[in-house]
């Protein structure tokens, strides 16, 4: 078990290795030149990284949020194990899209939300990822200092610290101890204004209104690691 703030992989690791999250938080960052750190991503149980993938403008770093169990996996034996699985390949390949999809999420929120629909919305999709994985509560907590939620959302403390408190005096959340307590789901989820394209496609699988082998050759020309095309798939 690593304990929180350990740091997993950095840039100049090599890239002969995925670190899948089996228990707690992990976060996925770059750290520039200047010393400042984006998060590109939460990283829950279940989820999956690459080392070093992004590290065009600065170091990129996997570290533990919470104490955590990570397990590394080489890539030679990973691929041989989705040869050998389709439910690991629909599963592969469904981290693949969901992890495009939050990406595109997070772009369009960048442009086109205030800061405070930003963090109500980082809040609702790390609830929705928790539900996802069966570890969903009536009141979430999510391990989230302001500091955490500036770095995700390219936003000052202070800005932050107006958002938060804000979201409390309105009772849809409660902060404990650099935690975020979301005391009112329902009204979060209205306050978000409906979900993006992420949260839809995970409400789609929980649905069954996606299937996984609509899933694999969907994701084929994305990843392609199990080097198995659709068509032999077919």
Known sequence: MLQGGAVVSESHDPPDSVFVIEAGWAINSVVTRSGRRQIVDFLLPGDWAWPGIYCGQGASVIATLTPAEIRRVRVQDLAEHLRRNQRLQAAWCFGTILGHLLLVDRLVALGCRSGRERTLYLFWELIRRLDFVGLGEPRPTLPLSRAVIGD????????????????????????????????????????????????????????????????????CGVCGLCGMSAAARA
């Open 152 to 219: 995700a959302l390219g936003m000052t403390d202070r800005h932050v610290s107006r958002v938060v408190k804000w979201a409390e005096g309105e009772g849809l959340i409660r902060t404990r101890r650099q935690r975020i307590e979301v005391v009112d789901r329902a009204r979060l989820h209205e306050a978000v204004g409906g979900d993006a394209f992420s949260v839809g496609l995970m409400e789609q699988i929980d649905g069954g209104g996606v299937a996984e082998a609509t899933l694999l050759p969907v994701a």
